[in-house]
Protein backbone atom coordinates (compact mmCIF):
# COMPACT_ATOMS: atom_id res chain seq x y z
CA UNK A 1 0.00 0.00 0.00
CA UNK A 2 1.26 3.74 -1.10
CA UNK A 3 2.05 6.42 1.35
CA UNK A 4 -1.17 8.05 -0.57
CA UNK A 5 -3.04 4.79 -0.08
CA UNK A 6 -2.27 4.49 3.64
CA UNK A 7 -3.15 8.31 4.39
CA UNK A 8 -6.20 8.17 2.71
CA UNK A 9 -7.64 5.00 4.56
CA UNK A 10 -6.72 6.89 7.59
CA UNK A 11 -8.00 10.34 6.83
CA UNK A 12 -10.96 10.06 4.03
CA UNK A 13 -9.38 12.26 1.77
CA UNK A 14 -6.17 12.77 -0.21
CA UNK A 15 -4.90 15.72 -2.12
CA UNK A 16 -2.07 15.31 -5.25
CA UNK A 17 -1.03 18.32 -7.24
CA UNK A 18 0.57 17.97 -10.80
CA UNK A 19 1.78 21.81 -11.78
CA UNK A 20 -1.29 24.00 -11.32
CA UNK A 21 -3.24 21.20 -10.97
CA UNK A 22 -4.75 19.85 -7.80
CA UNK A 23 -6.57 16.67 -7.35
CA UNK A 24 -9.01 15.50 -4.12
CA UNK A 25 -9.95 12.53 -3.87
CA UNK A 26 -12.34 11.22 -1.10
CA UNK A 27 -12.79 8.07 0.05
CA UNK A 28 -16.45 7.00 1.78
CA UNK A 29 -17.19 3.25 3.08
CA UNK A 30 -16.64 1.93 -0.37
CA UNK A 31 -16.99 5.07 -2.10
CA UNK A 32 -14.39 6.71 -4.11
CA UNK A 33 -14.85 10.02 -6.06
CA UNK A 34 -11.79 12.02 -8.01
CA UNK A 35 -11.74 15.59 -8.70
CA UNK A 36 -9.76 18.61 -9.73
CA UNK A 37 -9.22 22.17 -9.69
CA UNK A 38 -6.87 24.31 -11.36
CA UNK A 39 -5.06 26.65 -8.21
CA UNK A 40 -3.17 29.78 -8.96
CA UNK A 41 -1.58 30.70 -6.05
CA UNK A 42 0.45 28.87 -3.13
CA UNK A 43 -1.55 27.53 -0.16
CA UNK A 44 0.07 26.15 3.44
CA UNK A 45 -1.84 23.04 2.71
CA UNK A 46 -3.56 21.41 -0.06
CA UNK A 47 -7.19 22.00 1.53
CA UNK A 48 -6.68 25.46 2.00
CA UNK A 49 -5.63 25.75 -1.73
CA UNK A 50 -8.62 23.53 -2.79
CA UNK A 51 -11.20 25.81 -0.96
CA UNK A 52 -9.48 28.96 -1.59
CA UNK A 53 -9.82 27.65 -5.60
CA UNK A 54 -13.83 27.61 -4.51
CA UNK A 55 -13.66 31.03 -3.23
CA UNK A 56 -12.61 32.90 -6.28
CA UNK A 57 -14.96 30.97 -8.41
CA UNK A 58 -13.07 27.83 -9.88
CA UNK A 59 -15.61 24.98 -10.01
CA UNK A 60 -14.19 21.57 -9.30
CA UNK A 61 -13.73 18.86 -12.35
CA UNK A 62 -14.65 15.23 -11.33
CA UNK A 63 -12.09 13.32 -12.99
CA UNK A 64 -14.89 10.40 -14.36
CA UNK A 65 -18.18 12.51 -14.98
CA UNK A 66 -21.55 10.46 -15.09
CA UNK A 67 -24.40 12.33 -17.45
CA UNK A 68 -26.93 12.66 -14.27
CA UNK A 69 -27.96 16.19 -14.23
CA UNK A 70 -29.72 16.76 -10.13
CA UNK A 71 -33.56 18.58 -10.43
CA UNK A 72 -33.54 20.54 -7.51
CA UNK A 73 -36.45 22.30 -5.51
CA UNK A 74 -35.10 24.33 -2.66
CA UNK A 75 -37.68 24.72 0.07
CA UNK A 76 -37.33 27.83 2.17
CA UNK A 77 -34.13 28.63 0.26
CA UNK A 78 -33.19 32.03 1.46
CA UNK A 79 -30.29 33.34 -0.76
CA UNK A 80 -28.98 29.89 -1.66
CA UNK A 81 -25.88 27.97 0.87
CA UNK A 82 -27.62 24.83 0.99
CA UNK A 83 -28.05 25.16 -2.98
CA UNK A 84 -24.27 26.19 -2.94
CA UNK A 85 -23.31 22.95 -1.15
CA UNK A 86 -25.12 20.86 -3.06
CA UNK A 87 -23.83 22.10 -5.95
CA UNK A 88 -19.93 21.34 -4.45
CA UNK A 89 -20.94 17.79 -4.02
CA UNK A 90 -21.95 17.02 -7.49
CA UNK A 91 -19.55 18.72 -8.85
CA UNK A 92 -17.23 16.28 -7.46
CA UNK A 93 -19.42 13.26 -8.22
CA UNK A 94 -19.47 14.40 -11.61
CA UNK A 95 -23.13 15.37 -11.95
CA UNK A 96 -25.06 18.80 -13.28
CA UNK A 97 -27.47 20.52 -11.21
CA UNK A 98 -30.92 22.27 -12.47
CA UNK A 99 -32.32 24.19 -10.42
CA UNK A 100 -36.15 23.81 -11.25
CA UNK A 101 -37.66 25.33 -8.16
CA UNK A 102 -37.27 27.53 -4.55
CA UNK A 103 -39.81 28.68 -2.69
CA UNK A 104 -38.91 31.07 0.09
CA UNK A 105 -41.19 34.16 1.65
CA UNK A 106 -38.18 36.79 1.54
CA UNK A 107 -38.86 38.01 -2.38
CA UNK A 108 -35.45 39.28 -2.29
CA UNK A 109 -33.77 36.41 -1.06
CA UNK A 110 -35.46 34.37 -3.91
CA UNK A 111 -34.10 36.88 -6.86
CA UNK A 112 -30.53 36.59 -5.08
CA UNK A 113 -31.13 32.81 -5.46
CA UNK A 114 -32.68 32.96 -9.04
CA UNK A 115 -30.15 35.19 -10.19
CA UNK A 116 -27.29 32.56 -8.98
CA UNK A 117 -28.43 29.58 -9.65
CA UNK A 118 -30.50 30.21 -12.78
CA UNK A 119 -33.84 28.77 -11.19
CA UNK A 120 -36.79 28.21 -13.66
CA UNK A 121 -39.43 28.80 -11.36
CA UNK A 122 -39.49 30.83 -7.78
CA UNK A 123 -42.27 30.79 -5.05
CA UNK A 124 -42.49 33.90 -2.80
CA UNK A 125 -45.02 32.11 -0.21
CA UNK A 126 -45.40 30.27 2.42
CA UNK A 127 -44.41 26.04 1.57
CA UNK A 128 -47.62 25.61 3.74
CA UNK A 129 -49.78 26.66 0.70
CA UNK A 130 -48.33 24.70 -1.22
CA UNK A 131 -49.10 20.77 -0.33
CA UNK A 132 -51.62 19.65 1.66
CA UNK A 133 -51.53 16.46 4.04
CA UNK A 134 -52.73 15.25 7.45
CA UNK A 135 -51.26 12.91 9.86
CA UNK A 136 -52.09 10.54 12.22
CA UNK A 137 -50.01 10.58 15.40
CA UNK A 138 -47.00 11.94 15.88
CA UNK A 139 -42.91 11.22 16.50
CA UNK A 140 -42.33 7.19 16.48
CA UNK A 141 -44.78 6.00 14.77
CA UNK A 142 -46.95 8.35 12.72
CA UNK A 143 -47.81 8.64 9.66
CA UNK A 144 -49.70 10.20 7.09
CA UNK A 145 -53.58 9.97 6.86
CA UNK A 146 -53.16 9.95 3.26
CA UNK A 147 -51.33 10.65 0.26
CA UNK A 148 -50.01 14.24 0.50
CA UNK A 149 -50.68 16.43 -2.62
CA UNK A 150 -49.22 19.45 -3.83
CA UNK A 151 -50.74 22.77 -4.45
CA UNK A 152 -51.73 22.53 -8.94
CA UNK A 153 -49.20 24.91 -9.95
CA UNK A 154 -46.85 21.86 -8.57
CA UNK A 155 -48.32 18.72 -10.09
CA UNK A 156 -46.64 18.96 -13.08
CA UNK A 157 -43.41 18.32 -11.20
CA UNK A 158 -44.66 15.00 -9.87
CA UNK A 159 -41.67 12.37 -10.78
CA UNK A 160 -39.29 14.24 -12.07
CA UNK A 161 -37.47 16.08 -8.98
CA UNK A 162 -34.43 14.40 -7.88
CA UNK A 163 -33.90 16.30 -4.81
CA UNK A 164 -35.57 18.20 -2.39
CA UNK A 165 -33.00 20.62 -0.23
CA UNK A 166 -35.08 22.53 3.31
CA UNK A 167 -33.66 24.76 5.85
CA UNK A 168 -37.30 25.47 7.47
CA UNK A 169 -37.25 28.62 9.89
CA UNK A 170 -34.57 27.90 12.83
CA UNK A 171 -35.94 30.94 14.68
CA UNK A 172 -38.09 28.29 17.22
CA UNK A 173 -35.63 26.14 17.79
CA UNK A 174 -32.46 28.20 18.38
CA UNK A 175 -31.26 28.34 21.94
CA UNK A 176 -31.06 32.37 21.19
CA UNK A 177 -34.46 32.48 21.19
CA UNK A 178 -36.12 32.57 24.90
CA UNK A 179 -39.46 33.37 24.32
CA UNK A 180 -40.47 30.31 22.28
CA UNK A 181 -37.63 27.71 22.60
CA UNK A 182 -38.31 24.39 20.93
CA UNK A 183 -42.38 25.32 21.36
CA UNK A 184 -42.79 27.66 18.10
CA UNK A 185 -45.51 27.16 15.23
CA UNK A 186 -43.08 27.66 12.81
CA UNK A 187 -41.56 24.47 13.80
CA UNK A 188 -44.44 22.56 12.34
CA UNK A 189 -42.99 23.94 8.92
CA UNK A 190 -40.41 21.21 9.01
CA UNK A 191 -43.10 18.55 8.46
CA UNK A 192 -44.02 20.08 4.75
CA UNK A 193 -40.45 18.79 3.84
CA UNK A 194 -41.66 14.64 4.20
CA UNK A 195 -45.01 15.43 2.72
CA UNK A 196 -43.72 17.81 -0.18
CA UNK A 197 -41.11 15.01 -1.06
CA UNK A 198 -43.70 12.60 -0.89
CA UNK A 199 -46.02 13.97 -2.68
CA UNK A 200 -43.51 14.91 -5.60
CA UNK A 201 -42.30 11.43 -5.34
CA UNK A 202 -38.54 12.43 -4.84
CA UNK A 203 -35.90 10.29 -4.05
CA UNK A 204 -33.54 12.44 -2.10
CA UNK A 205 -34.29 14.95 0.97
CA UNK A 206 -31.88 16.85 2.63
CA UNK A 207 -33.15 19.11 5.17
CA UNK A 208 -31.18 21.03 7.73
CA UNK A 209 -31.87 23.21 11.21
CA UNK A 210 -29.72 23.99 13.81
CA UNK A 211 -28.86 21.32 16.47
CA UNK A 212 -31.43 22.25 19.06
CA UNK A 213 -34.22 20.68 16.55
CA UNK A 214 -34.32 17.64 17.77
CA UNK A 215 -35.38 18.59 21.04
CA UNK A 216 -38.51 20.38 19.66
CA UNK A 217 -41.62 19.79 22.14
CA UNK A 218 -43.75 18.85 18.93
CA UNK A 219 -41.36 16.07 17.87
CA UNK A 220 -40.66 17.80 14.45
CA UNK A 221 -37.88 15.14 13.59
CA UNK A 222 -38.74 11.71 14.64
CA UNK A 223 -42.11 12.54 13.59
CA UNK A 224 -40.08 13.36 9.61
CA UNK A 225 -38.49 10.51 10.25
CA UNK A 226 -41.22 8.08 10.83
CA UNK A 227 -43.23 9.40 8.33
CA UNK A 228 -40.64 9.30 5.86
CA UNK A 229 -40.03 5.47 6.25
CA UNK A 230 -43.43 4.53 6.47
CA UNK A 231 -43.22 5.86 2.41
CA UNK A 232 -39.93 3.64 1.72
CA UNK A 233 -37.21 6.21 2.29
CA UNK A 234 -33.71 4.79 4.48
CA UNK A 235 -32.43 8.06 6.65
CA UNK A 236 -29.53 9.00 8.44
CA UNK A 237 -29.05 12.17 10.98
CA UNK A 238 -27.15 14.01 12.66
CA UNK A 239 -25.03 17.07 13.60
CA UNK A 240 -22.22 18.22 11.34
CA UNK A 241 -19.41 20.98 12.06
CA UNK A 242 -18.42 23.21 10.06
CA UNK A 243 -14.88 23.81 11.85
CA UNK A 244 -14.21 20.02 12.06
CA UNK A 245 -14.01 19.76 8.09
CA UNK A 246 -11.21 22.86 8.25
CA UNK A 247 -13.51 24.99 7.49
CA UNK A 248 -13.00 28.63 9.51
CA UNK A 249 -16.12 29.04 11.12
CA UNK A 250 -17.37 27.05 14.04
CA UNK A 251 -21.30 26.49 13.01
CA UNK A 252 -23.13 23.17 13.57
CA UNK A 253 -26.17 22.15 11.99
CA UNK A 254 -28.38 19.29 12.22
CA UNK A 255 -29.15 17.39 9.11
CA UNK A 256 -31.52 14.84 8.34
CA UNK A 257 -30.79 13.08 4.76
CA UNK A 258 -33.32 10.27 3.26
CA UNK A 259 -33.40 8.42 0.01
CA UNK A 260 -35.65 6.41 -1.50
CA UNK A 261 -34.50 3.35 -3.94
CA UNK A 262 -31.01 3.15 -2.15
CA UNK A 263 -29.30 3.91 0.90
CA UNK A 264 -27.57 6.96 1.83
CA UNK A 265 -24.01 6.69 3.12
CA UNK A 266 -23.97 7.35 6.52
CA UNK A 267 -23.60 11.13 7.82
CA UNK A 268 -20.84 10.11 10.40
CA UNK A 269 -19.16 8.68 7.89
CA UNK A 270 -18.72 11.24 5.60
CA UNK A 271 -18.52 14.05 8.77
CA UNK A 272 -15.28 11.29 9.69
CA UNK A 273 -13.95 11.19 6.22
CA UNK A 274 -13.68 14.75 6.13
CA UNK A 275 -12.33 15.74 9.19
CA UNK A 276 -8.96 17.12 10.00
CA UNK A 277 -7.00 18.46 12.50
CA UNK A 278 -6.55 21.84 12.33
CA UNK A 279 -9.57 23.97 10.88
CA UNK A 280 -8.27 27.27 8.54
CA UNK A 281 -8.65 30.37 10.23
CA UNK A 282 -10.27 33.76 10.05
CA UNK A 283 -6.94 35.14 8.53
CA UNK A 284 -6.84 32.35 6.15
CA UNK A 285 -10.55 33.54 5.03
CA UNK A 286 -10.15 37.37 5.22
CA UNK A 287 -6.91 37.89 3.05
CA UNK A 288 -6.66 39.94 0.78
CA UNK A 289 -10.33 40.32 0.70
CA UNK A 290 -11.13 44.06 1.19
CA UNK A 291 -8.33 44.92 -1.49
CA UNK A 292 -10.34 43.26 -4.16
CA UNK A 293 -13.75 44.67 -3.74
CA UNK A 294 -16.02 44.99 -6.51
CA UNK A 295 -19.64 45.89 -5.70
CA UNK A 296 -19.87 48.76 -3.35
CA UNK A 297 -22.61 47.64 -0.63
CA UNK A 298 -20.64 44.49 -0.36
CA UNK A 299 -17.52 46.25 0.63
CA UNK A 300 -18.61 48.50 2.94
CA UNK A 301 -17.43 48.60 6.23
CA UNK A 302 -20.82 48.74 8.30
CA UNK A 303 -21.06 52.18 10.25
CA UNK A 304 -21.44 51.46 14.14
CA UNK A 305 -22.56 54.00 16.99
CA UNK A 306 -20.02 56.33 18.14
CA UNK A 307 -20.16 54.21 21.90
CA UNK A 308 -19.73 50.85 20.06
CA UNK A 309 -16.53 52.47 18.15
CA UNK A 310 -15.11 52.91 21.44
CA UNK A 311 -15.42 49.64 22.27
CA UNK A 312 -13.77 48.59 19.78
CA UNK A 313 -11.11 50.65 20.27
CA UNK A 314 -11.01 49.69 23.21
CA UNK A 315 -9.79 46.08 22.68
CA UNK A 316 -7.07 46.74 20.12
CA UNK A 317 -5.45 49.67 22.71
CA UNK A 318 -5.33 46.78 25.08
CA UNK A 319 -4.77 43.06 22.51
CA UNK A 320 -7.64 42.27 24.20
CA UNK A 321 -10.62 40.13 22.58
CA UNK A 322 -13.11 39.75 25.17
CA UNK A 323 -14.73 43.34 26.13
CA UNK A 324 -14.33 43.70 30.10
CA UNK A 325 -17.32 43.97 32.27
CA UNK A 326 -16.80 47.07 33.13
CA UNK A 327 -16.93 48.44 29.21
CA UNK A 328 -20.16 46.86 28.03
CA UNK A 329 -23.50 48.33 28.75
CA UNK A 330 -25.26 47.51 31.75
CA UNK A 331 -27.42 44.81 30.05
CA UNK A 332 -24.60 43.17 28.89
CA UNK A 333 -22.61 42.79 32.51
CA UNK A 334 -22.76 40.70 35.37
CA UNK A 335 -25.02 37.54 35.08
CA UNK A 336 -24.83 37.47 31.22
CA UNK A 337 -24.92 34.71 29.45
CA UNK A 338 -23.50 35.58 25.87
CA UNK A 339 -19.78 36.19 26.88
CA UNK A 340 -19.03 36.54 23.40
CA UNK A 341 -21.21 39.92 22.36
CA UNK A 342 -18.94 42.57 21.62
CA UNK A 343 -15.76 40.16 21.29
CA UNK A 344 -12.88 40.07 18.42
CA UNK A 345 -12.58 37.94 16.12
CA UNK A 346 -9.33 35.52 17.40
CA UNK A 347 -7.27 36.03 13.93
CA UNK A 348 -5.73 32.00 14.37
CA UNK A 349 -8.56 30.57 14.74
CA UNK A 350 -11.66 29.75 13.24
CA UNK A 351 -15.03 32.72 13.22
CA UNK A 352 -17.49 32.00 15.44
CA UNK A 353 -21.00 31.34 14.37
CA UNK A 354 -22.19 33.86 12.28
CA UNK A 355 -25.79 35.49 12.34
CA UNK A 356 -27.29 38.30 10.62
CA UNK A 357 -26.25 40.60 13.20
CA UNK A 358 -22.66 40.22 11.74
CA UNK A 359 -22.61 44.20 10.81
CA UNK A 360 -22.88 45.18 15.05
CA UNK A 361 -20.20 44.35 17.47
CA UNK A 362 -23.20 44.44 20.40
CA UNK A 363 -25.08 41.27 18.35
CA UNK A 364 -22.06 38.98 18.76
CA UNK A 365 -18.12 38.17 18.43
CA UNK A 366 -18.27 40.32 15.08
CA UNK A 367 -15.63 42.66 15.27
CA UNK A 368 -12.58 42.48 12.67
CA UNK A 369 -9.59 40.12 13.79
CA UNK A 370 -7.14 42.55 12.69
CA UNK A 371 -8.89 45.82 12.13
CA UNK A 372 -10.85 48.12 14.83
CA UNK A 373 -13.90 47.59 13.02
CA UNK A 374 -16.88 45.34 11.79
CA UNK A 375 -17.11 43.02 9.09
CA UNK A 376 -18.13 43.63 5.61
CA UNK A 377 -20.76 42.19 3.75
CA UNK A 378 -18.15 40.55 1.86
CA UNK A 379 -16.15 39.06 4.44
CA UNK A 380 -18.98 37.20 6.08
CA UNK A 381 -20.31 36.10 2.78
CA UNK A 382 -16.61 34.26 2.52
CA UNK A 383 -16.24 32.85 6.16
CA UNK A 384 -20.66 31.47 5.04
CA UNK A 385 -18.98 30.07 2.34
CA UNK A 386 -20.49 32.51 -0.64
CA UNK A 387 -17.68 32.32 -3.53
CA UNK A 388 -16.44 35.49 -4.45
CA UNK A 389 -18.56 36.37 -7.71
CA UNK A 390 -21.77 35.21 -5.58
CA UNK A 391 -24.25 38.29 -6.86
CA UNK A 392 -26.08 39.25 -3.96
CA UNK A 393 -28.08 42.04 -5.94
CA UNK A 394 -32.27 41.09 -6.46
CA UNK A 395 -31.98 43.20 -9.52
CA UNK A 396 -29.29 44.44 -12.23
CA UNK A 397 -29.27 48.00 -11.03
CA UNK A 398 -30.85 47.07 -7.42
CA UNK A 399 -28.74 48.02 -4.52
CA UNK A 400 -30.19 45.95 -1.29
CA UNK A 401 -30.42 47.45 2.08
CA UNK A 402 -28.15 46.55 4.26
CA UNK A 403 -29.94 44.65 6.59
CA UNK A 404 -31.43 42.31 4.12
CA UNK A 405 -28.11 41.52 2.69
CA UNK A 406 -27.13 40.40 5.88
CA UNK A 407 -29.90 38.69 6.85
CA UNK A 408 -29.24 36.94 3.75
CA UNK A 409 -25.53 36.21 4.29
CA UNK A 410 -26.05 35.34 8.11
CA UNK A 411 -29.28 33.32 7.80
CA UNK A 412 -27.67 30.74 5.30
CA UNK A 413 -25.61 27.42 5.80
CA UNK A 414 -22.40 27.53 5.33
CA UNK A 415 -21.28 25.49 2.12
CA UNK A 416 -19.62 22.69 3.57
CA UNK A 417 -22.13 21.67 5.56
CA UNK A 418 -24.81 21.65 2.60
CA UNK A 419 -21.48 19.81 0.60
CA UNK A 420 -20.63 17.25 3.52
CA UNK A 421 -24.83 16.45 3.72
CA UNK A 422 -25.01 16.31 -0.38
CA UNK A 423 -22.49 13.10 -0.72
CA UNK A 424 -24.40 10.89 1.57
CA UNK A 425 -26.65 11.27 -1.19
CA UNK A 426 -24.89 11.31 -4.17
CA UNK A 427 -22.31 8.91 -3.67
CA UNK A 428 -24.44 5.50 -3.71
CA UNK A 429 -26.05 7.33 -6.96
CA UNK A 430 -22.60 7.91 -8.55
CA UNK A 431 -21.81 3.77 -7.58
CA UNK A 432 -25.36 3.44 -9.03
CA UNK A 433 -24.64 5.67 -12.63
CA UNK A 434 -21.20 3.64 -12.89
CA UNK A 435 -23.04 0.19 -12.81
CA UNK A 436 -25.28 1.27 -15.63
CA UNK A 437 -23.97 0.16 -18.96
CA UNK A 438 -23.16 2.70 -21.31
CA UNK A 439 -25.23 2.73 -24.85
CA UNK A 440 -22.81 1.02 -27.55
CA UNK A 441 -21.70 3.86 -30.48
CA UNK A 442 -22.45 2.60 -33.90
Not at 6 to 15: H, K, L, R, T
Not at 194 to 218: F, K, S, T, Y
Not at 278 to 289: K, R, Y
Not at 387 to 400: I, K, M, Q, S
Request: net charge neutral; proline share 6%; glycine share 8%.
Amino acid sequence: MSAVDIFAAMNGQAFKKRGTILTREVFVEDHTIRSKVKTTTSSKTDLAAWWLSYLEGRRAVATKPTKKTLRVFDMFSGAGGLGLGLRQAADECGMGVHSVVAADQDLGALNVYRRNHETDMIISESVSMLVNYQLLGSGDGSEFFSEPTVAPRLSHLSGSIDAILAGPPCQGHSNLNNHSRRDDDRNELYLTVPAMAVALQVPVVIIENVPGVVHDHRSVVSTTISLLKSCGYEVTCGTLAAHRMGWPQTRKRFFLIATRGFAPVGLESVSGALSVGTPLSVSWALEGVQKRGSDSFMDEVPQISSENQRRVNFLFENNLHDLPNQERPECHREGTTYKSVYGRMRAEQPAPTLTGGFLSPGRGRFTHPTEPRALTPREAARLQGFPHDYDFRPGDEVRPGRTDVARWIGNAVPMPLGYAAGLCALLPIVALENQCPRPRKN
